[in-house]
């Protein structure tokens, strides 16, 4: 089965308080949804919550993230988990990043 993917175009993201930041939506399907985004030298996703599980992959430059009260740093080939129900951000500072974002619905959420 060959079909168009949701949106191929890099697209900056319309959510409130996000600056510096595009994404790709590459599959909506059942209980997934898997995008990639772009961030440029101060990029922001700021703090929000989710009532599903959230992967985020780091793939090309570096950048931060925290849940709740911990922050770490994202660098290639790293991944962070953002747990349902609890506040999460993402961030560039001087560098670019490329991440994959996983979000994982829960069935009837």
């Not at 440029?40 to 929000?48: A, C, K, L, Q």
């Amino acid at each position: 089965d060959i079909s168009s993917v949701p949106r191929p175009e890099w697209t900056p993201l319309a959510q409130e308080g996000c600056v510096n930041v595009e994404g790709k939506v590459l599959l909506i399907q059942d209980n997934l949804t898997i995008a990639l985004l772009r961030f440029e030298p101060g990029g922001m996703i700021p703090e929000r919550s989710a009532d599903y599980p959230t992967d985020v992959v780091c793939l090309e430059g570096g950048g931060f993230t925290g849940v709740g009260n911990e922050e770490g740093e994202l660098s290639p080939g790293y991944k962070a988990l953002w747990p349902a129900d609890e506040l999460h951000r993402l961030w560039t500072e001087d560098e670019s990043m490329v991440a994959l974002m996983i979000e994982h619905y829960t069935p009837g959420g």
